[in-house]
């Protein structure tokens, strides 16, 4: 299993606990699912450790809209590479409640996926592979689309406000 991110492969940090886990005493940086944060919610954010969200199928992200300052991570699970429903959280998170932290993609995660999942949001992808592989994929992936029609929060511009711009250039010019 190798985690990009930042053009980067970088160390698992983070445990991922299931409902019924036992916390652990520590400091340990843990990431719980949505519906044990909203049990466990004053315990979880009393703790010195990082804490971190899994958003499964079927979860509503608005759910964590008054915690996200609380919250270093988000994983967004994946059973299926066809169960799109994460491509929404990750809009959700980060254009309309303002997510700063780590958002990343986990599951079924392909490389042919990973262009769509930036444009969404996700800075992060848990992949199969190993590093090297797995890296190549991410940047490859990256770099494959360079003119977009669909506008999204990653600030890129879009084919139309590009003709657009050259409209007014030439224009301007003339």
């Not at 049990?39 to 809209?65: F, H, S």
């Not at 029609?149 to 007014?168: F, H, I, N, V």
């Amino acid at each position: 299993m190798a985690i990009v991110k930042n053009d980067s492969v970088i160390d698992q940090e983070w445990v991922t606990l299931d409902a019924e886990a036992d916390l652990p005493s520590g400091e340990e940086n843990i990431i719980v699912p949505l519906a044990r944060f909203k049990e466990e919610r004053e315990t979880l954010i009393g703790r010195n450790g990082g804490l971190g969200v899994q958003l499964n199928p079927g979860d509503a992200p608005e759910d964590l809209a008054n915690d996200l300052d609380r919250l270093s991570i988000i994983t967004v699970n994946f059973p299926a590479y066809t169960d799109g429903r994460g491509y929404s959280y990750a809009r959700v998170l980060r254009e309309r409640l303002g997510f700063k932290g780590e958002l990343r993609a986990i599951g079924d995660v392909l490389r042919d996926q990973i262009l769509y999942m930036h444009r969404c949001g996700f800075d992060a992808y848990e992949l199969k592979n190993d590093d090297d592989v797995s890296l190549t994929k991410v940047r490859a992936a990256l770099k494959e689309m360079t003119v977009y029609y669909q506008p999204t929060g990653d600030g890129r511009a879009t084919a139309a406000s590009l003709r657009e711009r050259r409209r007014a250039a030439l224009k301007s010019a003339s």
